[in-house]
Every structure is written in structure tokens, then in C-alpha cells.
């Protein structure tokens, strides 16, 4: 188990780790002491297979070098700026400039929501938002890659220009990969992430159970969704 105060090796240099910002079962992601602009990302392994610690390995280092020679994926996507020499994680960069989406969503109890939406935030700068979201999704989508996962609690809006960056990046695919997992946040998920065909009706209907999407299938248009 990592904690707040514990050390990290990151090209063969000690860091300590600060705060804890969050995380979840996947994972903890900390400040980094001396590093303000930076965070840490801990993935949970215990329960990891060797195979699949290898794997995951692989992907962030697939995610690293995608960063390395791709501006445009760097300017809306948290890559890895480089991976832990002895934790399966990375260090990114901290969007400190940025908000998370949620707070444009989520109306204050107690709130008049009238009052809330035409004064808090202006119609300019949540068309702004939208504008700035589609063409950060049409870039990743441009570049070969599927988010995954996308959800407000994994986009960020820079607080004065608008401009989008997606966090959590872990679970970014190529396109091309034939990965059928389910990954997602419950509520934001396609419906042909989480829900098997229906065979029994694809019969009954006289359809080709072949034509009707598999559980899990990762594409741009279940991004989109």
C-alpha cells in the first residue's frame, strides 16, 4: 500500500510523495513534494497477475511514447511524462489551471437554478466548453485513439479559456486494438459497452447475431455516445 511521505524512483531519482488528491480501487494519484506543476499516479497491482503487471506496463509505455512525438495528443491528453522506476505508474503533468467539468454541471444545494445558470456560467463560455470538447475528441479520434471513458469527472476545462484536457488516461486505445473489456463510468456508457447481444431475440427477429455489437466494443462512435 503507497501512502502520503513514501518514496518513488523516477529515472533513477528519488521523489516523495505529497498529498493524496484521489483515486479509486485502479489506483492513487498524489502530489509530488518539489514538484508543484507535476502528480503521481500509483496503480494497484496486488491483485495483478504477472502477465497482466506486464502488460499494463506496456500500455503506459505505449501511452509515453505516443505523448513523446505527438504534440497535438500532449495538448489534450494528461500523458505519462514518464514511468516509475520501481511502481507500475507514471508522472504527468497537473492541471492546475483547469477545472473539473462537474463543477458546470452539478447546481449548488440550496441554489436558485435560474440565478445559477445565467450568472455563473455565461452561455458564451459553455458553448465555448462544447466547441473546445468536440474538437479535443476529434483530435484524439484523428490520431487513431479512443478515450474510453470519458465522463466529467475525466475532463477538465481551463479556467479562463475553455480549453478541454482529458485526465485519467490510463484506459486510452488505439482504435484498432480488438479490446473488449468493459471500461466506463455507469451512466456514460454506450449501451454496446455493458450490454451482451441478445441472441435469443436475434433469432426470434431472424437476424444475424454477427451484425449486432459485441459486449465491450470500443470504437469512436461509443466515445461519442
Given at each position: 500500500?503507497?501512502?502520503e511521505g513514501n518514496k518513488v524512483l523516477i529515472n533513477g531519482k528519488e521523489y516523495t510523495l505529497g498529498t493524496r488528491l484521489g483515486g479509486g480501487l485502479e489506483g492513487s494519484i498524489f502530489n509530488v513534494e518539489g514538484l508543484p506543476n507535476h502528480v503521481?499516479?500509483?496503480?494497484?497491482?496486488?491483485?495483478?497477475?504477472?502477465?497482466?503487471?506486464?502488460?499494463?506496463?506496456?500500455?503506459?509505455k505505449w501511452l509515453y511514447?505516443?505523448?513523446?512525438?505527438?504534440?497535438?495528443?500532449?495538448?489534450?491528453?494528461?500523458?505519462p511524462k514518464a514511468l516509475l522506476d520501481d511502481q507500475l505508474g507514471?508522472?504527468?503533468?497537473?492541471?492546475?489551471?483547469?477545472?473539473?467539468?462537474?463543477?458546470?454541471?452539478?447546481?449548488?444545494?440550496?441554489?436558485?437554478?435560474?440565478?445559477?445558470?445565467?450568472?455563473?456560467?455565461?452561455?458564451?463560455?459553455?458553448?465555448?466548453?462544447?466547441?473546445?470538447?468536440?474538437?479535443?475528441?476529434r483530435t484524439l479520434h484523428l490520431s487513431g485513439l479512443v478515450f474510453t471513458d470519458l465522463s466529467p469527472n475525466n475532463i477538465m476545462v481551463h479556467k479562463t479559456q475553455n480549453?478541454?484536457?482529458?485526465?485519467?488516461?490510463?484506459?486510452?486505445?488505439?482504435?484498432?486494438?480488438?479490446?473488449?473489456?468493459?471500461?466506463?463510468?455507469?451512466?456514460?456508457?454506450a449501451p454496446e459497452i455493458y450490454r451482451k447481444p441478445d441472441l435469443n431475440l436475434a433469432k426470434s427477429c431472424g437476424i444475424d447475431p454477427k451484425i449486432l455489437s459485441n459486449c465491450g466494443r470500443?470504437?469512436?462512435e461509443s466515445d461519442i455516445f
Open positions: 500500500m503507497v501512502n503521481i499516479k500509483i496503480i494497484n497491482d496486488t491483485k495483478m497477475s504477472k502477465l497482466q503487471r506486464n502488460e499494463t506496463y506496456n500500455h503506459l511514447n505516443l505523448g513523446s512525438r505527438n504534440k497535438e495528443i500532449r495538448q489534450v491528453l494528461t500523458v507514471y508522472i504527468m503533468l497537473k492541471a492546475s489551471e483547469h477545472d473539473n467539468l462537474e463543477k458546470y454541471l452539478e447546481v449548488p444545494d440550496m441554489t436558485d437554478f435560474d440565478e445559477w445558470y445565467k450568472k455563473k456560467y455565461t452561455l458564451k463560455k459553455r458553448y465555448q466548453i462544447i466547441v473546445n470538447l468536440f474538437n479535443s475528441l480549453q478541454i484536457v482529458f485526465i485519467d488516461t490510463d484506459n486510452t486505445r488505439n482504435r484498432m486494438d480488438s479490446y473488449l473489456g468493459v471500461l466506463g463510468t455507469p451512466g456514460y456508457m470500443i470504437t469512436p
